[in-house]
Every structure is written in structure tokens, then in C-alpha cells.
């Protein structure tokens, strides 16, 4: 697992010991188990985490009393190579409805070999989340950041 911060973005990569599609698919449709369980910003215990496969799909958090939280969108759905998101949470870890005050995560995987895929994670356009985003790039950045997440998908 490496990770690295740049002025705008935070760089993050893992080699998982699945094949490309395998990868690909517990990053996508099985987030609730490589997802660190304490960083949801649903109000109340978590039920479960979605997934829509295909660009404008939402990313949401459902609570066991039904309620849904979401916090991202599809923007781009590239079974097995390529995944983005806009990252729709503020400075203040809560909901961003205006989509010009979101960042984006871009996830690709890459195969090497048969058994063996690389993930890198690009978390780009940070300052999109206006006056104090150097501390959202520092949280993401951090170990208990991105590096968390990716060490369980390597795990999943």
C-alpha cells in the first residue's frame, strides 16, 4: 500500500491478490465489507451500503430504520478497469448537494497477471470543497484515510 498527497489529491495504491474482475467487484458491489466501519456520516446504525452500477447511479448508506443517506455519484462505470465517484461530502463531513463543491475518487485496476491486480486511487479536485479543503485532502490522506480502506479491499 502506498500513499501520497500532491496540492490537490491524494494517490493511493494497493496490489490485491484477486484477479482483475474479482477486485473490481468488491470494491463496487461489496463496499460494506472492506469499508471502515466507523466512517459513515448516515445518522443512526447502518444497514447496508449501495452501490447503482452505471454512471449517474447513487452511492448511499441505508440505515436499519430504512432511512438512505447518499454521498456520491457514478461518474464513470468501467467493469473491470475503471471507477469514479464525485465525492459528495463537505469539509464538515456532511452531505454536499451542490455537485461544483465536489471532489472526485477515481479508482482503475490493473491486472498483472492472472491472480494479481494493482488498485490506485486518485482523490482529485479536494479545493472544489472551498475554505479549509487542505484539512479534507489531510483526513483522506491520512493512514486512517483512503490507506484504511484500501488495506481491507487487499483483505476483501
Known sequence: MTIQATDTSVRASVVVEAPIEHAFAVFTEQMATWWPAGHHILEGELAEMVVEPRVGGRIYDRGVDGTECQWATVLAYEPPNRFV????????WQIETDRDKTSEVEVTFVADGPTRTRVVLIHSKLDRHGEGWEAHRDAVGSPDGWQVGLDAVARA
Open 85 to 92: 465517484i464525485s465525492w459528495s461530502i463537505t469539509n464538515q
